[in-house]
């Protein structure tokens, strides 16, 4: 028998261990999956540049991961990944309760992060990841310049 993508998905998908107290529990419902604040702010950069974009959504419909803002017909993806969530080499942070779980939740976004790259850029994406630390003008004028440029390219 065949394992599917999904079977593999699910196969390595971590137990969550119980909050190691309430307010630990009330922090991660309080984390947003979506329209961040600095998700926010990066799209409102955006937009000022006079760039239109769809906002987490597939890029591929076969791939089953949403991209923070997406240019369709630029093929270019942004990711805006969370310092903690992602593993950032200057602000991540080592969780004191429930240390093994964490340290195996990050390093497997980090693995699906890499995954990812690699499938959008064989279907001939542009992948662009910004951390949410990043200056959001800075950031803006990057996708401005990569979106403008492969814009021209497929016309």
Same mark, same amino acid.
Request: charged share 30%; with cysteine.
């Given at each position: 028998m065949q394992i599917t993508s999904k079977q593999e998905e699910n196969k390595r998908t971590i137990r969550v261990p119980p909050p190691s107290s309430a307010a630990a529990l009330r922090r991660m419902q309080a984390a947003k999956p979506k329209d961040t604040v600095p998700e926010i702010t $990066? +799209?409102?950069?955006? !937009?000022?540049?006079? $760039?239109?974009?769809?906002? #987490?959504?597939?890029? $591929?419909? *076969? $791939?089953? +991961? +949403?991209? #923070?803002?997406? =240019?369709r017909s630029a093929k270019v993806a942004v990711f805006v990944d969370g310092c903690f969530w992602h593993g950032c080499p200057i602000h991540s942070? &080592?969780?004191?309760?429930?240390? *093994? =779980?964490? !340290?195996?939740?990050?390093? &497997?976004?980090? *693995?699906? #992060?890499?995954?990812t790259n690699k499938r959008l850029a064989e279907a001939g994406w542009k992948v662009i990841r910004v951390w949410e630390h990043e200056d959001p003008e800075e950031a803006s004028n990057k996708i401005y310049e990569i979106v403008k440029k492969r814009a021209e390219q497929t016309s």
């Amino acid at each position: 028998m065949q394992i599917t993508s999904k079977q593999e998905e699910n196969k390595r998908t971590i137990r969550v261990p119980p909050p190691s107290s309430a307010a630990a529990l009330r922090r991660m419902q309080a984390a947003k999956p979506k329209d961040t604040v600095p998700e926010i702010t $990066l +799209r409102s950069a955006i !937009h000022r540049r006079g $760039l239109r974009y769809r906002v #987490d959504t597939k890029p $591929l419909n *076969e $791939l089953n +991961r +949403r991209a #923070d803002i997406v =240019f369709r017909s630029a093929k270019v993806a942004v990711f805006v990944d969370g310092c903690f969530w992602h593993g950032c080499p200057i602000h991540s942070t &080592q969780a004191k309760a429930n240390a *093994e =779980f964490w !340290h195996a939740k990050i390093k &497997q976004n980090q *693995e699906r #992060d890499v995954d990812t790259n690699k499938r959008l850029a064989e279907a001939g994406w542009k992948v662009i990841r910004v951390w949410e630390h990043e200056d959001p003008e800075e950031a803006s004028n990057k996708i401005y310049e990569i979106v403008k440029k492969r814009a021209e390219q497929t016309s």
